[in-house]
DNA sequence: GTGCCGATGATCT
DNA sequence: GATCATCGGCACG
């Protein structure tokens, strides 16, 4: 169970990234308290080709220039004006490629993923879903920008070889014609 | 379990 | 001023 590197990220296919992230364990410090889940459901986005991307077209603007950056970076921003979503870019230098996170499983640091979302949610909702999945990990703009491999995120490799995998039309994105159907959803089974 | 709906603000035109 | 890579609460039944 080692630290993945990240020439991981740089892997210029992002819908095998989004896959071979299935089954790791993503890690969060946030002030000395330390939790981590593994990631059970992602999406893929091909910047430039991908009409659901925010860099559909090669689009460069303050906000989508953190994806052009070396793949291993995170890239987040606010959702519908509350919920901060979590990508990680992929690929190489001024490829926009990235993978949005959007469920995980909690595997440790259950007290602070509670105290952070409510104690009246169930442990299987916690983590369900993308805003929920940043709220309880702690991930918010602070990490915007930030490499996988800071004390403050990082990723473990532990994935098992074998895993079973569901693919899925994306979500939220149906403004994006024949690219909202492309099954670029990748869920872990069980 | 499914379905509707308001909240809420950064971003871009 | 429009557009969202969403969520939780409520109404069903």
Redesign the pocket.
């Known amino acids: 169970m080692s630290k993945l590197p990240l020439d991981f990220f740089l892997n210029n296919n992002v819908q095998e990234v989004a896959q071979n992230l299935l089954g790791q364990t993503i890690y969060t410090n946030i002030n000395g308290n330390i939790s981590s889940a593994m990631i059970i459901e992602t999406?893929a986005?091909q910047g430039p080709e991908d009409k659901?991307?925010?860099?559909y077209n090669n689009?460069r603007?303050?906000?989508?220039e953190i994806?052009y950056k070396n793949g291993g970076c995170c890239?987040i921003?606010?959702?519908?004006?509350?919920?901060y979503?979590f990508?990680i870019v992929t690929n190489k230098i001024n490829i926009p490629h990235?993978v949005?996170i959007?469920s995980g499983k909690v595997i440790s640091g259950l007290e602070y993923i509670k105290k952070r979302?409510?104690n009246?949610?169930p442990n299987s909702?916690l983590l369900?879903?993308?805003?929920?999945?940043t709220?309880g990990l702690g991930i918010d703009m602070r990490f915007n920008g930030l490499y996988l491999d800071k004390k403050q995120i990082w990723i473990k490799n532990t994935s098992t070889v074998k895993k079973q995998i569901i693919t899925a039309p994306?979500?939220?994105?149906s403004?994006?014609e024949k690219y909202a159907l492309l099954p670029w959803r990748y869920i872990l089974k069980n």
């Open positions: 999406e986005y659901a991307s925010h860099a689009k603007t303050k906000r989508t994806m890239y921003y606010i959702c519908y004006g509350i919920h979503l990508n990235a949005l959007r979302r409510g009246h949610i909702k369900q879903g993308p805003g929920n999945f709220k994306r979500v939220g994105i403004y994006a």
